[in-house]
């Protein structure tokens, strides 16, 4: 196995100087690894919808960023009157919200950077000082989702054993974070400490984030990496090559019932017939305590053509079929063992013990 450790970019970055919003474009990996300068709403609404950057933590600090730019955008307009730079910005932010319903980092980064900008104005602030106080409030979003990131890794990795063999779906790595992931931290920090695993990658249809995007990062950390078609995961349990799932989530809802990738819920069940505890790895800006339940968790449909085109030369289903394609489903709360924060890990009694951890 080759374990020559290649460093990734952070995925979610800032050009301060540009100013410009900078990702690695994730539909062009495994082939190009490609730094790319996002400088308008439309090209930043049209990669997350795109899915140039994905993955829920990803997805917030690329928001936040943008809200930035917006603000920046609007005194370069000569706009100066307080009243007239928040409506602008509101209307930004709504812009931005519509690019995707069900990560819910999306809402939360951005309400977080409008709600920073009306309380700053609101306290007597100019719509220049206002400017710079949003681009501390985004540096900080993304520094805090590095941090918290690095101790989901850390809370992770208590639930693991050197040698272990684990299952992930979708990516909820580092190139659905800025750095480390959720759901492949443990594993990213385990091998900082000299640890190794046997991580298997559902590929992940109809979009192969797990094949092109985990598979990848993995390798590239020196991880022994096996990609699996999704309908083999019950024979890869079942030979007893797996000890642990490993999953992120888009929205965790109260009580615990978590949206990640379409698939997700089936690999639960998959894992609560074998015997093998189910972990969901968050950070809790994942957590949205005003949905009382999975059932409310809106779930985003995408286009036919990624299931009957997108990686086919030639269409492979007969034009006049039906496609359904949920970009997500929700796991119920009774298939997760615990839930990975970065403030500790979370057991049932889910509804008590996350209103708890949300206090803290
Ligand atoms: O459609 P995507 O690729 O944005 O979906 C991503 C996932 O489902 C991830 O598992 C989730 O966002 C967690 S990322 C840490």
């Not at 990702?23 to 919808?49: C, F, G, H, N, V």
């Not at 989702?145 to 992770?156: L, P, Q, R, V, Y």
């Not at 989530?249 to 009580?255: L, M, W």
């Not at 403030?343 to 951890?357: F, Q, S």
């Amino acid at each position: 196995m080759n374990n020559t450790f290649t460093k990734l970019p952070d995925t979610v970055m800032l050009d301060e100087a540009a100013p410009a919003l900078v990702i690695i474009d994730q539909t062009l990996l495994p082939t190009e690894l490609r730094l790319i300068s996002l400088y308008s709403l439309s090209e930043i609404w049209d990669a997350i919808k795109k899915l140039k950057v994905r993955g829920a933590p990803a997805i917030g600090v690329a928001a936040g960023i943008a809200l930035y730019l917006a603000s920046h955008a609007i005194l370069q307009k000569g706009v100066t009157d307080t009243t007239q730079f928040l409506d602008m910005l509101r209307a930004d932010k709504d812009y931005l919200a519509s690019s995707r319903p069900t990560a819910v980092n999306l809402f939360w980064a951005l309400e977080r950077m409008y709600k920073t900008a009306l309380s700053f104005i609101e306290n007597g602030g100019t719509v220049t000082a206002c400017v710079d106080r949003l681009l501390a409030e985004c540096k900080a979003i993304r520094d805090e989702d590095i941090a918290s990131s690095k101790a989901i890794g850390e809370n992770g990795l208590s639930l693991l054993t050197d040698g272990c063999g684990i299952l992930t779906h979708c990516n909820a790595g580092q190139l659905a974070t800025v750095r480390y992931g959720t759901a492949l931290a443990p594993i990213h920090v385990g091998r900082e400490k000299g640890m190794s695993f046997k991580v298997y990658c559902d590929e992940t249809r109809p979009l192969l984030q797990g094949a092109r995007l985990s598979a990848y990062e993995l390798v590239c950390d020196g991880v022994d990496t096996t990609v699996i078609c999704d309908n083999m995961a019950s024979q890869v349990m079942k030979d007893g090559r797996i000890q642990a799932v490993i999953v992120g989530a888009d929205r965790i809802a109260a009580n615990g019932d978590a949206a990640n990738k379409i698939g997700t819920s089936g690999v639960a069940i998959l894992a609560k017939y074998y015997g093998i505890p189910f972990y969901v790895a968050a950070p809790t800006s994942t957590i949205d305590v005003t949905l009382k339940s999975g059932e409310l968790i809106p779930i985003e449909q995408r286009k036919a053509d990624e299931v009957t085109e997108m990686w086919y030369e030639t269409r492979m289903a007969p034009e006049g079929a039906n496609v359904f394609n949920p970009a997500f489903d929700v796991t119920p709360n009774e298939l997760i063992t615990a839930i990975i924060t970065e403030r500790g890990i979370i057991k049932p009694n889910y509804t008590e013990n996350i209103a708890k951890i949300m206090e803290k």
